[in-house]
T-cell receptor
Framework: EPEVTQTPSHQVTQMGQEVILRCVPISNHLYFYWYRQILGQKVEFLVSFYNNEISEKSEIFDDQFSVERPDGSNFTLKIRSTKLEDSAMYFC?????????????FGPGTRLLVL | AQKVTQAQTEISVVEKEDVTLDCVYETRDTTYYLFWYKQPPSGELVFLIRRNSFDEQNEISGRYSWNFQKSTSSFNFTITASQVVDSAVYFCALSDLSGAGSYQLTFGKGTKLSVIP
C-alpha cells in the first residue's frame, strides 16, 4: 500500500541553524501539506502546496519557513534559523485533488529538537 | 472559523469495555469533511475514517463505529470491546474549503485512551 515517507525520523539541531525536513508524498497525490505537533498538544496546520506553489499557509508559517518541491517526488520544509519553540513533531501529508478523495494521508513524522 | 472540540482529555477503560470518544465541531460551510485519526505511542497519525457533510449515515467497521449528527454538530467514535492495542491518542479533525481551495485540517486537542488489561 502506498505511503508517505519522511526523513529524517529524528533531528537535533542548535538554535539558529537551518534544517530541511524531507517528505516523499504518495505518487499520484497532488496536494501536499505540512503540519506540526508540539509535544502533548494538538496537530496544527502549517502550509498547503499545489501546482508548485503555496495555496494556503497559517500564521505559524512565517518568513523563516519555506517549502519546495525540488523534483518530481520530494517535498521539503526548510526552517531557516531555528528557535527553541520550533521543537516539535513535523508531519507531511498528501491527498488527491479536491473533488476526489480528499483524505490526507500522513507520514510518520520528523521529531525536531532545537537546543 | 473552524473549530473542533474534544472535551475528554483522557479516558481509561478496562479491556473489553465499550468506550465513546466525543467530538463537536463548528464550521460556517455547508460542505465539509470530518475525520478521525489515531496516534499510537509510536507517534504516527493513522487515518481511520472520513465523512462528508452530506452523508449522515452511521458507519461500522469491525469494533469501530461512528455516529455523525449534524443537528448537534457531533461526530462521535465508539470502540466496542476495547483492546490494549486501542490505547492511543485519538484526534477528530475537520476540513472545509479554505479560500485557496485546499482542505487544511483543523484538529481537536485529542483524547488519550488507555485500555487497561
Amino acid at each position: 500500500e502506498p505511503e508517505v515517507t519522511q526523513t529524517p525520523s529524528h533531528q537535533v539541531t542548535q538554535m539558529g541553524q537551518e534544517v530541511i525536513l524531507r517528505c516523499v508524498p504518495i505518487s499520484n497525490h497532488l496536494y501536499f501539506y505540512w503540519y506540526r505537533q508540539i509535544l502533548g498538544q494538538k496537530v496544527e496546520f502549517l502550509v498547503s502546496f499545489y501546482n508548485n506553489e503555496i495555496s494556503e499557509k497559517s500564521e505559524i508559517f512565517d518568513d523563516q519557513f519555506s517549502v519546495e518541491r525540488p523534483d518530481g517526488s520530494n517535498f521539503t520544509l526548510k526552517i531557516r534559523s531555528t528557535k527553541l519553540e520550533d521543537s516539535a513533531m513535523y508531519f507531511c501529508a498528501s491527498s488527491l485533488p479536491v473533488g476526489l478523495a480528499e483524505t490526507q494521508y500522513f507520514g510518520p513524522g520528523t521529531r525536531l529538537l532545537v537546543l | 472559523a473552524q473549530k473542533v472540540t474534544q472535551a475528554q482529555t483522557e479516558i481509561s477503560v478496562v479491556e473489553k469495555e465499550d468506550v465513546t470518544l466525543d467530538c463537536v465541531y463548528e464550521t460556517r460551510d455547508t460542505t465539509y469533511y470530518l475525520f478521525w485519526y489515531k496516534q499510537p505511542p509510536s507517534g504516527e497519525l493513522v487515518f481511520l475514517i472520513r465523512r462528508n457533510s452530506f452523508d449522515e449515515q452511521n458507519e461500522i467497521s469491525g469494533r469501530y463505529s461512528w455516529n455523525f449528527q449534524k443537528s448537534t454538530s457531533s461526530f462521535n467514535f465508539t470502540i466496542t470491546a476495547s483492546q490494549v492495542v486501542d490505547s492511543a491518542v485519538y484526534f477528530c479533525a475537520l476540513s472545509d474549503l479554505s479560500g485557496a481551495g485546499s482542505y487544511q485540517l483543523t484538529f481537536g486537542k485529542g483524547t488519550k485512551l488507555s485500555v487497561i488489561p
